[in-house]
């Protein structure tokens, strides 16, 4: 729920979305669209992941999902044995499921409870004997690990979708994509320009200036999304890995809108400590490692919330120990 709030309620890229309308009215129902639009657009999203999960249940996945790696593995002396264990685990965990169905036929829910045991340790056998096979590759390329994650929906497409939909699955993804870039290189530059160098570094300048710079910071901020996407390919999931890194800022920017909504009494320097306080708090918990990283958010959303109105309190909405701190 935090995360949600935070991400469409006080994220960059809701506002390019809205910035667009042309009047009130439009830019309120992109903001309504948006919000009544999520729901069945993730609903879809799961419930491709469950069927997917459920097709290779019954059809035989590859040992590897990323072709490359599966290659490289092929050359492993190793790879008779992995592949023969996972053949094995896979024919254990089909025929659990199939009794699961059988028994789910005739309402055998005695019986039920020994076949899922069997399909849970058959998927744990597999799941290893995948895990063995990642950490050869990570091994024979010199990198810590090896994820194929990212690859399973594209196999499934490319391997079992017929051409004409292939085609629209992946002009899908390349518009999502490119919808989903443009909003967030755009947002950097204007945050890059507005609220870093117009203010601190340029103060006084022509349209024409400030156009080039954040032409400038576009082209940065693009270089930069490129060489981080080259480090993302070793964080497993995607999806899981951007949930990750934008929990660890997306608690501190919470609590501050919470502030603003909540507590018009706290003051920007109030504001601008608690969320330095917030972000300590977030970042010690991700080093400690003991709480999953949806928890960040609220973390880091109440310390902010917390820690500002303290301070308010201590040293008002201007001056006093709060800005003496500062």
């Known amino acids: 729920m935090f995360l949600a709030l935070a991400y469409f309620g006080c994220d960059q890229s809701q506002v390019q979305r809205y910035l667009t309308g042309k009047s009130v009215a439009q830019s309120r129902l992109s903001l309504l669209f948006n919000a009544v639009a999520k729901v069945p657009m993730q609903f879809t999203i799961l419930l491709v992941g469950a069927v997917v999960f459920v097709f290779f249940t019954f059809e035989k996945p590859p040992l590897l999902f990323h072709p490359q790696n599966l290659e490289r593995l092929r050359t492993a002396p190793e790879f008779r044995a992995l592949q023969n264990r996972f053949d094995e685990a896979f024919e254990q965990r089909r025929q659990a499921a199939r009794e699961l169905l059988e028994q789910e036929r005739h309402g055998k829910g005695a019986a039920e409870a020994g076949g899922r045991q069997r399909y849970r340790e058959a998927q744990a056998r597999l799941e290893e004997a995948r895990k063995d096979s990642q950490r050869l590759v990570a091994r024979m390329e010199g990198t810590s690990q090896a994820s194929d994650a990212n690859y399973i929906f594209l196999s499934f497409v490319t391997r079992y979708m017929p051409a004409g939909v292939v085609g629209l699955v992946m002009a899908a993804i390349f518009a999502a994509a490119m919808s989903t870039i443009s909003a967030e290189i755009n947002s ?41 996407a080259e480090y993302g390919k070793s964080l497993g999931s995607l999806i899981e890995a951007v949930n990750m890194v934008g929990s660890l800022f997306y608690g501190g920017l ?21 969320v330095l306080a917030g972000e300590a708090a977030i ?6 490692g003991r709480i999953s990283f949806l928890w960040y958010n609220v973390l880091g959303c109440l310390v902010v919330v917390v820690t500002g109105v303290l301070l308010s309190r201590l040293g008002g909405n201007s001056g006093g120990p709060v800005r003496s701190a500062l």
């Open 254 to 274: 919470l609590g501050v809108f919470v502030l603003a909504f909540f507590f018009p009494r706290v003051g920007g320097t109030a504001a601008f400590l608690a």
């Open 188 to 228: 950097l530059a204007t945050v890059s320009v507005i609220d870093v160098y117009k203010p601190y570094l340029k103060k006084q300048a022509s349209d024409w200036h400030y156009l080039n710079a954040s032409r400038a910071a576009t082209v940065f901020w693009g270089a930069y999304a490129v060489v981080t």
């Open 283 to 288: 970042f010690a918990a991700h080093i400690d």
